[in-house]
């Protein structure tokens, strides 16, 4: 526990993963752009600085759990990495694009540092439940070296090898495909629905047989109820998302159609008002489209 | 198990079905077009006509395990139905469209006969571990005298009410759902593999956390390896599938764009001499999209 940590970002995601790491015993230092929500954490030890680059610890340790790849890429500066500098590890969590994470390893190994992609399969309250699940790719030390730390809030931590961008490529097809389980219910009960069937009964009969897995069971309660309040995962994210793993996909020349679909999903929910709801609210388009909702 | 049940249809569910019933102790008067497919049965006590028509018992009980509508229309005669007559009842498990059970129920009922919508989500392995599911509708009496029955070689039993045609909305929608699966594990896999990412280390990440569901575990590995033989569900079959789905969902105004790129999936995969794969082989698509097949 010797470690002293530097956090950047306090969201909702990065809030809960800083508590269990206070609550652990390791010393951190933290950061957040709305100093407020930082705040809270002093209760349980945390420091508290104003400028991200006062929380770096030479040769030490920064996790980071921003929004996007321009939060990502504005913070850590030329100067940030060069004071992290030689050993230091950057353990960046946030969903961002494979090629920003590559570009960014580049500036780090540059200063002797080491950028571990990290990002997180987990909502916050699986963060608090320690049931979440973190991809792993970069510099094979740091990794090692960090792994200790990580399984402090996670339950399974799943190595992706060298390339710091495989981590987030994998993030991405997880979050791909838990839209695509949204869509694929969405028509598939919203035909059941004009047929005369309510959701809620092909909900319960194929989420307890064949798609007996969480992402159909827990989204699966939202879709049967067309219901996407509260929110734990903001619908504007779910359109930033897509459009990532369609730019990854296309960086490759890898087209996918069933993406295509899910980010048009995104754009036409946008234009219907519903920034505000989960993001789970893709859904609604099948509903819709069949004239079921107004 | 004084009930004596006519078994019509004895292809790779009907046959492991069959068996079970006799082993169950059932008497079983069995028909097959290819007659040679149910003389091995005989060993198990089953009793082989020639003529459908002779299988049937007044009033009695008659499966049918067939291979798409017209199938079940051509042998579901009049002549046969009024032959099964007051208070019979036809176990209809074959994947048809909700509306050729709707009307054949009315031709059903119209002799007294009751006409149950009874399809099950099984491959035969499935079927042998008696680990299947089966979706019963229509009316109520019978499907109380047939539960016994069915509930020797299913697992879960799923009521969906009088509609004789909800059971088979409940069966494409699942099928539907597989079919999207293998397409979402197609897109997401390759675009791991063109950045360098084996399909395999993907596969195993996502169905050991958010996707640890049979269907993914199991037709992952398919899409994992890219080998679709040996076959269990024939790839034209999905075709019929994804059409009758599509059917359906227009019959109602329920635009699906998911079982849209599905359906062109499958029409590809013939044009390019796949038709002796297993369905599976959707999720070749992406693979070819992306230049990864020749």
Redesign the interface.
Known sequence: MSEKIAFLGLGNLGTPIAEILLEAGYELVVWNRTASKAEPLTKLGATVVENAIDAITPGGIVFSVLADDAAVEELFSMELVEKLGKDGVHVSMSTIS?ETSRQLAQVHEWYGAHYVGAPI?ARPEAVRAKVG?I?LSGNAGAKERIKPIVENFVK?V?D??D?P??AN??K???N???A??L???G??????E????SRQ??YE??T?????????QNYGKLVASNTYEPVAFRFPLGLKDINL?LQ??SD????????D?IRNRFISGLAKGRENLDWGALALG?SD???LTK
Chains 1, 2 share one sequence.
């Open positions: 494979p399969f699940n991809c399974g799943f992706f090898g390339d961008g495989a490529v994998i991405l097809a997880g791909f495909m838990i695509c389980s869509e694929m219910m028509e598939a009960f919203t035909m059941a004009k047929n005369g069937i009964s092909i009969m194929l307890s047989t064949l798609f007996a897995a969480p992402i159909f793993t990854t996909a490759v020349n890898a087209p996918m159609p069933f993406a679909i099948a489209d069949a004239g």
